[in-house]
């Protein structure tokens, strides 16, 4: 498989679009893993993020290696914090939480996880993160104690999503938060799309196939989807993506 972040590059470049399942591994028991992995399996799914804002259990690594058996997808560990870092998944999203004000998701975080990390092969990938308001008090606004953006202040988003790149992210991420009552509005995913030039992630609040769409036309290259899967595995089978991701998950598996 050639490097993640080289391959979502090429994924953008060709506008061909991506699609990820976000795997909580709070809420998932080994003992009943394999049904989730064979939707996954069926699923136009190109890549699987594994994560949540916390995570008490210990059975990280046995998650991920069992997905990585059953799946040909890459995994990458969207993190809450340093303790749900696992060497066994292929790649990281290293988060800076970009639209709060919370020094432990600015640097503290990130500075405890350098020892950890330095440890493994993880492909490093960094990430600007911006929440926005949805609608409900979601566990990323909890847990981070960090209020979202505004839904109506576009030109804000776009110039903190820019600033991310500038700092060097690679990748920035318009999250809702799981559970969400709204999505990222399409005009703010336009706005930020046009402004960067580093692909651009939209996950939280998505529950249709029209809802996938929409975010794929406003500029988004990966949308994320968790909370809708979770609630029903047959969710791919009622909501059919488009051709373009497809043909991705096609290219990424021949990788």
Do not use: C, W
């Not at 470049?13 to 976000?22: T, Y």
């Not at 003992?31 to 594994?50: G, W």
């Not at 939280?204 to 029903?232: L, P, Q, Y």
């Amino acid at each position: 498989m050639k490097e993640i972040y080289k391959t979502i590059l090429e994924a953008k470049s060709g506008n061909q679009k991506l699609l990820a399942i976000l795997l909580d591994p709070d809420k998932l028991d080994l003992e009943s893993l394999e049904p989730l992995i064979s939707k996954i399996n069926q699923s136009p799914a190109t890549h699987l993020l594994v994560g949540g804002s916390s995570f008490s259990g210990t059975h990280l690594d046995e998650l991920i290696l069992l997905l990585k058996q059953k799946t040909t997808l890459p995994v990458l560990l969207f993190p809450g914090n340093p303790s749900q870092i696992s060497a066994e998944a292929d790649g990281i999203l290293f988060l800076q939480l970009l639209s709060g004000r919370n020094p432990e998701y600015l640097i503290e975080h990130q500075i405890n996880a350098v020892p950890v990390l330095e440890k493994t092969e993880l492909e490093i990938i960094s990430t600007g993160y911006l929440l926005i308001e949805s609608g409900s008090k979601t566990a990323v606004e909890r847990v981070s104690q960090t209020k979202p953006l505004a839904r109506n202040n576009l030109n804000y988003a776009a110039q903190i999503a820019k600033a991310g790149e500038f700092m060097g992210n690679k990748l920035i991420y318009l999250e809702a938060g799981s559970g969400a009552q709204k999505s990222v509005p399409s005009e703010m995913i336009s706005r930020v799309a046009e402004r960067i030039t580093i692909p651009l992630i939209v996950g939280g609040g998505i529950r249709s196939k029209g809802a996938i769409d929409d975010a794929f036309r406003a500029g988004a290259d990966m949308v994320v989807i968790g909370t809708a899967f979770e609630n029903d595995t047959g969710f791919f089978e009622k909501n059919v993506t488009d051709s373009q991701v497809l043909n991705q998950k096609s290219q990424i598996k021949n990788a």
